[in-house]
């Protein structure tokens, strides 16, 4: 049986995560957070001494990664890497640069491939991350291309790391940002665009509630 998929795409800081988990939650689906898992690739290969650079060596990373997601009493999906929580060390500023180094080589993606698609089980999956709907669920019945403008990601990303105590210039997180964009926008495998058929949505404007509503009602006309 193919279960049915929702896919949340988009840039980082555009609200893919908290509008995923509220989907998942709504639905009782299944949450897939592709981008933890090329966050543990990166990570897991400082642990083993493998250059980001060296896409053989980090392909294999990828394919062996002991990894396994628990959801957390606060609604927040830990990550455990061979059996030890790393969720704050990989959602680190320095774990999403390893990320999209990684990310950008075919042969890590290629990995990972089969891995993501596994999360797909009764009665449904939310899948969040940068080619969901192009690439990994291509015929999934509801796509969403979550953006907004690097200012305002920039400011909520701003504000998410105060609130954790950690000290961040804005301009340091913009810059780092657009880089980001840049790098995941502009490369030649899965580079980030929505998929033709996707429903995009701006959020700079637009609390996560609102956003929310709106997928809701995408999801009821399409039964
Ligand atoms: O979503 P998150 O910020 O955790 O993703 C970290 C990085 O992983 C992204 O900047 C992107 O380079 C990469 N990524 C990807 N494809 C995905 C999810 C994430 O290339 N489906």
Redo the contacts with the bound molecule.
Sequence with gaps: ASWPVITVDGP?GAGKGTLSRMLAEHFGWHFLD???L??ITGYACLQAGVDWADEPAVAEVARQLDTRFVMGADGEVGVLYAGRDVTAVIRSEEG?RG??VV?AQPSVREALLERQRDFRQAPGLIAD????GTVVFPDAPLKIFLTASAEERARRRYEQLRGKGESVSLPRLLEDIKE?DAR?SSRAI?PLVPARDAVVIDSTATPADAVFEAVLLEASRRG
């Design positions: 980082g592709s981008g933890a090329y966050r999403g990320a999209s990310a991350g940068r080619d969901m980001r995941d899965a």
